[in-house]
């Protein structure tokens, strides 16, 4: 089972960036994906699951509206399209597979189990 996060780089604020997170080797199209990010000297934070089929998602508050994660089962990928940057969302950015999630609707409400994780991409935002 291999993930692969990529589409990291140096952005000035309110710039934008698209990170792709690539699978293979395990049924794709039955796990949740989260994407997840640690800062320096901060403990790693989840940024935004979305359901196996895609049908939910949730959403850190610090990026609701400036963040949109898709994904596309038959490429095995997901993506995280990240707008209007801050310096704040400076980063290595990792997805992970989702074990379980809660939801009420479109929206996940809880999620728990990240089993399986990528190597991360470096976001950084600076002017």
């Known amino acids: 089972l291999q993930l692969q996060a990529s589409g990291g780089g140096l952005v000035q604020p309110r710039q934008s960036l698209s990170l792709s997170c690539t699978a293979s080797?395990?049924?794709?199209?039955?796990?949740?994906i989260g994407w997840f990010r640690q800062a320096p000297g901060k403990e790693r934070e989840g940024v935004s699951v979305?359901?196996?089929?895609?049908?939910?998602?949730y959403y850190l508050d610090s990026v609701k509206g400036r963040f949109t994660i898709s994904r596309d089962n038959a490429k095995n990928t997901v993506y995280l399209q990240m707008n209007n940057l801050k310096p704040d969302d400076t980063a290595v950015y990792f997805c992970?597979?989702?074990?379980?999630?809660?939801?009420?609707?479109?929206?996940?409400?809880?999620?728990?189990?990240?089993?399986?994780w990528g190597k991360g991409t470096l976001v950084t935002v600076s002017s």
């Open positions: 992970a597979t989702v074990q379980s999630i809660t939801t009420s609707g479109e929206r996940i409400t809880n999620y728990r189990g990240m089993d399986h």
């Open positions: 080797g395990f049924n794709f199209g039955d796990y949740a």
């Open positions: 979305i359901s196996a089929r895609g049908t939910s998602t």
